[in-house]
C-alpha cells in the first residue's frame, strides 16, 4: 500500500508539473504576442532579463522564508550555464530573424535529436526501437503543423546551429546539474536566475537595438503596455520555475517530445482568439499524428528498457533519487 501511495504521488506530482508549465509557457506565449504585435514592444533580449530579474526576487524572497535552502554552485558551472543559456536567447532571435519561419521551426525540431545525442554520450543513455520510433512520429505531425515555407542562407543557417546546441546544452545541464550536486529546482534557479538577469539587462538593449533598429530606452510606455510588461514577467517565473521542475524530474528529451503539446495548444488557441484560418486539414492531420507519438512516447519510454541508462560504476544514481525526492516537496 505505501509502494502504491509513492507511486500515485509521483505520477500526481509529475503530471501537475507538465500542467503548470503547459498553462504557463501558452500563457507568456500569448501574452506576449499581445506585447509585441499590439504595442510595438518588440525588445525580446530585454525583456527577457526583466523576466530573470523578477525571477530572482521570487528566489530572494522564498529564501527569507525558509522555502529554499542555502545552496552554492561551482562558479565554473553557473558560467557554463549562463553561457549557454544567454546564447540559447539570443541564437533563437537571430535565427527567427535571419531564416523563413519554416527553416526556424525544423531547427527548433532538431533539437529533439540533439538532446537524445547528449544523453547518449554523455549519460550512457539507451533507447528503445519504441521509443526511437514515437519521437520520429512527434516530429513529422509537429513538422505537419508548422512548416510551411522553407528557405535558408549561410548566415542564418549558422544562427540556427548555434541557437539549436546551446538550446539543447541548456536544457541538459538543467537536469544534469540537478543529478551532479543533488539539488532541487528552486536551488538550481536561484543560483542561475542573478547572473543570467544581470548580464541579459546589459547585453539585452544592445541586441535588441541591433534586431530591430530601436532603441528600449526610446520606447513609449503605456499603462496599459506596461501591465503587459509586468503581468508577461509574472507568469515568466511561472515558466522558468516548471521547465526546472519538469526537466529535473524527467530528461532533457521528454521535455522537448512532450513539450510539443505547447505546440499544439498555441495553434488551436490562435485560431480561437484570434479567428485566424490556421486549423485547415493539413495542421489538424499534424495535431494528431503528433499526439499519438506522444502517447506513444510516454508509454515506451516508461516501459522497462523504454529508455535507460547503461549499467556503470558511476555515483549518478544516488544523486538522481535525492533530487527528485527533493523535487516531490515541490
Not at 506585447?35 to 526583466?50: R, V
Not at 544567454?86 to 531564416?99: I, K, Q, T, Y
Not at 482568439?273 to 493539413?282: E, M, Q, S
Request: net charge positive; proline share 3%.
Amino acid at each position: 500500500m505505501s509502494s502504491l501511495s509513492k507511486d500515485d504521488h509521483k505520477r500526481a506530482v509529475d503530471a501537475a508539473a507538465w500542467l503548470f508549465n503547459i498553462v504557463t509557457s501558452v500563457g507568456i506565449i500569448i501574452v506576449n504576442k499581445a506585447l509585441m504585435a499590439t504595442y510595438g514592444f518588440t525588445f525580446a533580449t530585454t525583456l527577457t532579463g526583466l523576466h530573470f530579474s523578477v525571477t530572482t526576487l521570487m528566489t530572494l524572497v522564498l529564501k527569507s522564508l525558509g522555502y529554499v535552502q542555502s545552496s552554492h554552485l561551482p562558479v565554473a558551472d553557473i558560467i557554463k550555464f549562463v553561457f549557454f543559456a544567454n546564447l540559447s536567447v539570443v541564437g533563437m532571435n537571430v535565427s527567427l530573424m535571419w531564416n523563413s519561419v519554416g527553416f526556424y521551426q525544423i531547427a527548433k525540431l532538431s533539437m529533439i535529436p540533439v538532446a537524445c545525442l547528449l544523453e547518449v554520450v554523455f549519460d550512457q543513455m539507451r533507447y528503445s526501437r519504441d521509443t526511437k520510433l514515437s519521437i520520429l512520429v512527434v516530429l513529422l505531425g509537429v513538422a505537419i503543423c508548422t512548416v510551411t515555407d522553407v528557405s535558408v542562407s549561410a548566415k542564418g543557417f549558422i544562427a540556427a546551429l548555434v541557437a539549436v546546441w546551446s538550446t539543447t546544452l541548456q536544457q541538459y545541464y538543467v537536469h544534469s546539474l540537478q543529478r551532479k550536486h543533488s539539488i532541487g529546482s528552486f536551488n538550481l534557479l536561484a543560483n542561475t536566475a542573478p547572473p543570467q538577469a544581470a548580464s541579459l539587462l546589459i547585453l539585452g538593449p544592445f541586441m535588441d537595438y541591433w534586431l530591430t533598429d530601436k532603441r528600449v530606452d526610446s520606447y513609449v510606455y503605456t499603462f496599459t503596455s506596461s501591465m503587459f510588461i509586468i503581468l508577461s514577467c509574472a507568469i515568466a517565473v511561472g515558466t522558468n520555475l516548471s521547465q526546472f521542475i519538469c526537466i529535473g524530474r524527467f530528461t532533457a528529451v521528454s521535455f522537448l517530445v512532450l513539450g510539443h503539446m505547447k505546440t499544439i495548444l498555441v495553434l488551436i488557441l490562435g485560431f480561437v482568439f484570434f479567428g485566424k484560418d490556421v486549423l485547415n486539414p493539413h495542421v489538424v492531420v499534424g495535431m494528431f499524428v503528433a499526439v499519438l507519438g506522444m502517447i506513444w512516447y510516454g508509454h515506451a519510454s516508461s516501459q522497462p528498457g523504454g529508455k535507460e541508462r547503461c549499467q556503470s560504476p558511476s555515483n549518478n544514481k544516488p544523486a538522481i533519487e535525492k533530487s527528485n525526492e527533493f523535487n516531490d516537496k515541490v
